[in-house]
């Protein structure tokens, strides 16, 4: 990993997911958190307060800047891959990426969503020999320029996504209603279906290219996205329930340290399962409404045993043009990684498999996995 995830002083001051964000919605999060943070985060809240101010004034630039280019945009219908947490969305999202013909929202433009016209050019390559190494979740490679989850970049326009229980756990149960929407009021809908054309059509003044996007909480939003892009396409991914809990787990554990500001609940069962659930009753509901020859799905463990031939089905499913084109250059990548050493996880004990699969036996039986 990045010789910088390792120090103990970027630990006790990293920005982590809201690096991005502005100062009123900073001053708002902390308001609707009742200002409840550990006192060893303190130095974290401070930075986070400069760094706020810097991206109030560097929106309103940008705003003033490439606003009224940007907003003329029409966005085309994206890619999305959906799948739950570490069920492999990465891996899918960084095989679909080596087509050139998509554009991706890199980890600088999820970090910054507000500023990344005007400072992008700049500061990530200033910042990038920071970052690049490798997730400090897994061993997966990482710079400001591989793709990530535009979930982050919404939660910094709206604070209406599931992620920011992560970070205020005492609050999960609040932020846990915005994974689907379910519940919530038409305003608030409204707020996140405007933060998400204003950040892809950002994107897409930039690159001009159609977009592949990726971010678990998409899952649960199936019918949102469709209003939104009738004609989007779906991928969806999935995998053993034991090891996505098992993996979701340990990240969790990593992360904690450098992105939560209040201390974790302490049945992480119970939560995992209860958002896992959550999740995939409102995709099975909504996977209805999307347009035949517009979803197409792949086990995890089969992507994995053959990628090539696994997204050549997936193109032509989805209807997606010349693989050919495309088969040199993901080739490369596959090659590239094929050193790639998975994290070893702790295994679950009988109780714990248990209570697992009593709660999604559902997700068990309907993609065949053994108990």
Not at 136 to 141: I, T, Y
Not at 210 to 231: A, Y
Not at 255 to 266: K, M, R
Not at 347 to 358: D, N, V
């Amino acid at each position: 990993m990045p010789l910088i995830f390792q120090s103990k002083i970027y630990q006790a001051i990293s920005p982590g997911a809201l690096m991005g964000i502005t100062h009123k919605r900073w001053r708002r999060l902390l308001a609707e958190n009742h200002f409840e943070v550990e006192p060893k985060h303190r130095p974290r809240i401070m930075l986070l307060h400069v760094l706020s101010l810097f991206n109030s004034m560097a929106g309103w630039m940008e705003n003033l800047l490439f606003a009224s280019a940007y907003r003329k945009i029409s966005v085309p219908p994206p890619l999305f891959v959906l799948g739950i947490a570490r069920s492999g969305t990465s891996f899918l999202h960084n095989l679909l990426s080596q087509d050139h013909r998509f554009s991706f929202p890199n980890l600088y433009q999820i970090r910054n969503p507000h500023t990344f016209l005007l400072t992008e050019p700049i500061i990530s390559r200033l910042t990038n020999f920071l970052i690049s190494g490798k997730r400090l979740q897994d061993n997966v490679a990482i710079s400001w320029n591989t793709p990530d989850e535009d979930q982050f970049a919404i939660m910094l326009f709206t604070l209406k996504e599931s992620c920011l229980g992560k970070l205020f756990p005492k609050k999960r149960d609040y932020y846990e209603k915005f994974a689907t929407f379910n519940g919530c009021t038409q305003d608030e809908i409204d707020h996140w279906k405007e933060a998400v054309v204003t950040f892809l059509q950002k994107l897409t003044w930039k690159d001009k290219r159609p977009l592949v996007l990726k971010s678990p909480s998409h899952t649960g939003k199936v019918r949102l996205l469709l209003e939104l892009f009738p004609q989007a396409k779906f991928i969806h991914i999935h995998r053993h329930p034991y090891d996505v809990y098992r993996s979701e787990t340990q990240a969790s554990k990593r992360l904690q340290s450098i992105w939560a500001f209040q201390h974790p609940v302490h049945d992480p069962i119970a939560v995992w399962t209860n958002s896992y659930n959550s999740l995939y009753e409102a995709f099975l509901h909504d996977k209805e409404l999307i347009p035949p020859g517009n979803y197409h799905e792949v086990r995890y463990g089969d992507l994995v045993q053959d990628p090539i031939n696994h997204i050549r089905e997936a193109y032509k499913a989805l209807d997606l043009p010349d693989f050919e084109l495309i088969e040199l250059d993901l080739a490369k990548y596959v090659e590239s990684i094929k050193n790639y050493k998975k994290n070893r996880h702790p295994g679950l004990t009988a109780a714990e498999k248990k209570r697992i699969h009593e709660s999604c036996r559902h997700i068990f039986k309907l993609h065949g996995y053994a108990k």
